[in-house]
């Protein structure tokens, strides 16, 4: 007696508690094995590129805020230099400083939310994300002292921040700074050698050197392969050349690898952070701009790194209030480029470690 | 047959699989809740303690959905044949001495044979579902139930040998030390594959919430699902009864304490291992659990049932001053060699 099988298609997603919001991959499987990928995105498409031709530059600020959610201040910055270039206007010195500590604790943020939800997907019982969420309120309440959001800050503004610092800031700020290193070192201890952990991601979903740079991969997922490349350091911005830090990169690019780097970026945005807050002076908070905003006709693609990689805003001026043209390069959506090679061959467990490990904010796949 | 002892005894049982049920659902929720740095269910009474009232409740009154090509009949039935079976285990778990429904000869037989029926109740669903997470969880059930159930029974047949009885209600009167000092492999192992039977993290891979949904019961809804997760609950709770009856004496303790408080309180400390567990670990992958089952737990099974063989038939198992350091010293030796040799196999393509 023979016996037969086929293949049969499996859909994961659109609504699926591992697809980090509304997206669908139409699978392949033979048995539990991946055959075939099909990634399926736009779910949560909203014209966003669109809707920014129609409405001002400063009204688009809270647009940004909406595409990596988990890195709304990161965005802002972006989006800001972006115009700042258009319009050839200084950032005083206290803004920059502002700017990076809220773009750096940002980072930390969407690591911390990025680490929580991969062990998540490789079944980890929301144990680990939920000791996440304990320190990534930390940062949101910080975030909250000094724009009175939680989510969506819209805090950065073309020429500086909204607000001042409060007073409490700094302190609050400190005292935090000096409890991260022991919390992220305790992840360390119960993550980093947990055997589960090192059989579900160790030389799984390998994303090789020359494919990384292949894909336009960013961020972590990119140094998870061994790309020393990280805009902070590779093409200064802001006043990122002032700090010390380094450049944390894989050896194998796997999952494990784009794990580690992850938790090292988190130790080096402290690093800067301590930094920051040390030599933060005093001043003004915002340059001298005009309420109206006219950048003459021009263009610009300004990028920062955020916390998933390269993001880019791509403007095209033409003299009026509106842009004519607004893009974005978002690296969620560019590191997911490579996720079919990622996924042939592997199960449909691998599926969530790999998928978890690229760390997509589905804001900003579909924009 | 005495009916009046069956019947009495069928009611207190059913009483105390369903209290026992709620009060683990209510117990792990909370647990959970600590491990994880928050409250968990604090509205509904006194620390929550209504939670799995108010539960039970909102599981009557949803509606029952059944899936348009699913079997009718097979989806309708496999909740029940789970269900039973998890109860019936309890038949033959002694709350004091005697004191147990059936004081069958061959109990540890009767529990392994009821307990495996259960399998085919979560492959029913899963089938049955026309659903491709639910058939996912179903291949997986049988591919991983089946296979743990091996080392499962191997590891209590240490204890068998060491009682010389197939009996409960003899095997916790052999207790002179609990069997866990002179079984401490037997009791690991036999902790490891029940997890993996009943289901629970990191084995957990037959509902594997964030890969296939809720794998076997992805399509069941209402009562019917209720019925499911009465029967995950019985089956921990019948676990942590097996776990307590043969490795930690039964009801066997001080006298200031009545027979099945002594039980009771060893199915809790035994219930709280395995929630400990569940909050830690993350899953594993089906391949690797298959690897871990039959490279790993099989062998080390067979080399302690080996040991104890030679333990009881030299006379050394009744030195206790001798038998519990060797044992231990074994348990020790056996682990770190075995997994020395062996490899997951993860991380490896599998094409």
Known sequence: ?367 | MDWGHFLIFTVILFGFVISGVLFFIWYERRGLGRFQLRPGPNRAGPFGLLQPIADAVKVLLKEDLVPALADKPVHFLAPLVAFVPAMAVFAVIPFGDGALLADLNIGILYIMAVSSMIVIGIFMAGWSSSNKYSLLGAMRTIAQEVSYEIPLVLSILGAVMLAGSLSLNDIVKAQDVPFILLQPLGFLIYMTAAMAEINRTPFDLLEADSEIIAGFQTEYSGMKFGLFYLTEYAETLSVSAIASTLFLGGWAGPAFLPGFAWLILKIIAVFSLILWVRATFPRLRIDQVMAFCWKFLLPLALLNLLLTAVLVLTGLNDQLWLAIPLNLALAVVLIIGLSRQYKTGGGHAVN
């Not at chain 1, 298609?9 to 094995?33: K, M």
């Not at chain 1, 200084?90 to 920059?96: D, G, K, L, N």
């Open chain 1, 1 to 367: 007696m023979t016996f037969k099988t086929e293949h049969y298609v499996i859909n994961i997603g659109p609504q699926h508690p591992s697809t980090h919001g509304v997206f669908r991959l139409r699978l392949t499987l033979d048995g539990e094995v991946i055959v075939d990928v099909e990634p399926i995105f736009g779910y949560l498409h909203r014209g966003m590129e669109k809707l920014a031709e129609g409405r001002n530059y400063t009204k688009n600020i809270p647009l940004t805020d909406r595409l990596d959610y988990l890195a709304s201040m990161i965005n802002n910055q972006g989006y800001c230099m972006a115009v700042e270039d258009l319009l050839k206007i200084e950032v005083p010195e206290r803004a920059q400083y502002i700017r990076v500590i809220m773009a750096e604790l940002q980072r930390i943020g969407a690591h911390l939310a990025g680490i929580g939800f991969f062990l998540n997907d490789i079944g980890a019982f929301m144990t680990p994300l939920l000791y996440m969420f304990r320190e990534r309120e930390k940062i949101v309440e910080l975030f909250d002292m000094v724009c009175g959001q939680r989510l969506n800050y819209n805090y950065m503004r073309f020429g500086g921040v909204a607000m001042d610092l409060p007073d409490e800031f700094l302190p609050a700020l400190k005292k935090l700074l000096n409890e991260l290193p022991g919390f992220i070192n305790e992840y360390d201890q119960l993550i980093t050698t947990n055997e589960i952990v090192l059989v579900r991601s160790k030389g799984v979903g390998i994303l090789p050197r020359e494919m990384a740079v292949n894909t336009s991969a960013a961020g972590p997922v990119l140094r998870g392969s061994g790309v020393k490349w990280d805009l902070r350091k590779n093409r200064p911005y802001s006043i990122y050349d002032r700090f010390e830090f380094d450049i944390p990169v894989g050896e194998h690019g796997d999952t494990y690898d784009r794990y580690l780097v992850r938790m090292e970026e988190m130790r080096q945005s402290v690093r800067i952070l301590k930094q920051a807050a040390a030599q933060i002076p005093e001043g003004e908070y915002m340059g001298k701009v005009s309420k109206l905003i006219r950048p003459p006709a021009g263009e610009t693609y300004t990028a920062v790194e955020g916390a998933k990689g390269e993001l880019g805003f791509y403007i095209i001026a033409d003299g009026s209030e509106n842009p004519y043209r607004w893009h974005v390069r978002a690296p969620s959506l560019i590191n997911l480029t490579a996720l079919r090679e990622m996924l042939i061959g592997w199960k449909v467990a691998d599926l969530m470690a790999i998928f978890g490990s690229i760390d997509i904010v589905m804001g900003e796949v579909d924009r």
